[in-house]
């Protein structure tokens, strides 16, 4: 297994632009979720998804969407980039165990993006 | 509300045993985890504990949990320069049909050799 992959590793964008940051797993996991780490605070939920066609907010989700058509692709779009979401992005999944509660959470190495 | 603290920086000598200290705020927590990340990669799951246990060993690593004042400590045993990381503690809560994970803001642990 691969694991939780995220393309790209680095990106530099300038304001206003927009992409989408890749997320792929294949341990058929059913729960994925993105989040934000910016240097001295934590990771911050952005968007998960608890199965395929199912997503909903975190605790961030201004400025960026998401999807889930697939049970292995989780990615996350940004419209209109802003200085404001410079960070390093993680994608992160999860088995989901009887009574929606899981134990561990496998995450991708991370997409560090620059918005100039 | 939901808070996840940890002190910023620890600094240990080769050998000694490290002590990372986290508190939360949510009683209803369910699991509590400690991940690793070292530089320029993503966050490694070292070990978790339910929330109705007071202690989880693992190889050098020791989780202690006391429910009342929400503290929430790893011991590092025999520390080596490998172990030099960014530490995150993280709860997780109940969210209607599934769960979110409150991550704190890491503590960076510097071996010296």
């Known amino acids: 297994n691969a694991g939780v992959t995220q393309t790209p590793k680095f990106q530099v964008l300038k304001t206003g632009q927009s992409m989408t940051l890749q997320c792929a797993q294949d341990?058929?996991?059913?729960?994925m979720s993105w989040y934000r780490q910016d240097p001295g605070m934590g990771l911050r939920l952005i968007h998960y998804?608890?199965?395929?066609?199912?997503?909903d907010q975190g605790e961030v989700p201004n400025g960026y969407n998401v999807s889930r058509s697939t049970t292995e692709d989780f990615p996350l779009r940004l419209l209109l980039a802003a200085p404001s979401q410079t960070s390093v992005y993680f994608c992160?999944?999860?088995?989901?165990?009887?009574?929606?509660?899981?134990?561990?959470?496998?995450f991708g190495p991370g997409t560090r993006l620059t918005v100039l | 509300g939901e808070d996840v603290e940890q002190s910023l920086f620890l600094s240990v000598r080769e050998g000694d045993s490290s002590v990372i200290n986290c508190t939360y705020t949510?009683?209803?927590?369910?699991?509590l985890y400690w991940y690793k990340q070292e530089p320029g990669a993503g966050l490694q799951l070292l070990t978790y504990?339910?929330?109705?246990?007071d202690m989880k060993q693992d190889q050098r690593l020791t989780v202690l949990l006391n429910k009342k004042d929400k503290h929430l400590s790893l011991r590092i045993a025999d520390t080596q320069t490998g172990d030099s990381a960014i530490y995150f503690c993280?709860?997780?809560?109940?969210?209607?049909?599934?769960?979110?994970?409150?991550f704190g803001s890491g503590t960076r642990l510097l071996v010296r050799p």
């Open positions: 993280a709860e997780t809560l109940p969210m209607d049909s599934s769960y979110k994970l409150i």
């Open positions: 341990m058929n996991h059913e729960y």
């Open positions: 949510d009683s209803s927590s369910t699991y």
């Open positions: 998804s608890v199965g395929a066609g199912i997503t």
């Open positions: 992160a999944s999860s088995p989901r165990l009887a009574g929606g509660y899981t134990d561990t959470q496998y």
């Open positions: 504990i339910f929330s109705n246990m």
